[in-house]
Every structure is written in structure tokens, then in C-alpha cells.
């Protein structure tokens, strides 16, 4: 079984920066994707970022640019480095890790608000 734990959301001024982690444990491939969805109130969950390798990489158009993911698999985890943050990227952040089926963390709350 797989398991996803995410830390690093929480408030922020436009402008600003967080880092988001996701940590997995159980059986993880280095090949399968892990990457990071978002919902916004009253809107479909959406793909924000997804790596599958360093030169195998994807971002919304909305955060192109502003976000940058990595990954560390020595630690089975992913990163989500966010800059120039928006009011529009407030929402849940969900860590996913893709194996026999797509598992999700429990979400992460970024607020971008003055």
C-alpha cells in the first residue's frame, strides 16, 4: 500500500513563494509519475505539475514558469517550488503517485491573499 504525506502549504501574500513536499512510503518506482494536483473552491481538480524523469517533466500553462517540480528518489519524494504566487493558485494541493493505480495524499491548503 502506498501512502502520500504532504507538508509546506499555508498562507501567502501575491508575490510570495512556498515550497510544497509530498513524502511516499510502500513500494515506489522510480519510473512511475508523482506530481501535484490542485482544486479550487466550487472548480474541478486539475494537474499542475507531473515528473516522470528530469528531462520528462509537466506544468499547467497557469504555472509555467512560477513553478518548478523535482524529485528526490532516495526519499520518494517530490517538491513543488512555488514563486511569483497568485490569488487564482489558491487551493488544495494534492501529492499523486502513479502505480497499479493512482494514489493521493491528503491535500495541502495554499492561500495567496493580501
Known amino acids: 500500500q502506498v501512502q502520500l504525506v504532504e507538508s509546506g502549504g499555508g498562507l501567502v501574500q501575491p508575490g510570495g513563494s512556498l515550497r510544497l513536499s509530498c513524502a511516499a512510503s510502500?513500494?515506489?518506482?522510480?519510473?512511475?509519475?508523482m506530481g501535484w494536483y490542485r482544486q479550487a473552491p466550487g472548480k474541478e481538480r486539475e494537474l499542475v505539475a507531473r515528473y516522470i524523469s528530469s528531462g520528462n517533466t509537466f506544468y499547467a500553462d497557469s504555472v509555467k514558469g512560477r513553478f518548478t517540480i523535482s524529485r528526490d528518489n532516495a526519499k520518494n519524494s517530490v517538491y513543488l517550488q512555488m514563486n511569483s504566487l497568485k490569488p487564482e493558485d489558491t487551493a488544495i494541493y494534492y501529492c499523486?503517485?502513479?502505480?497499479?493505480?493512482?494514489?493521493w495524499g491528503q491535500g495541502t491548503q495554499v492561500t495567496v491573499s493580501s
Open positions: 499523486y503517485y502513479t502505480g497499479a493505480r493512482h494514489y
Open positions: 510502500g513500494i515506489i518506482f522510480s519510473i512511475n509519475p
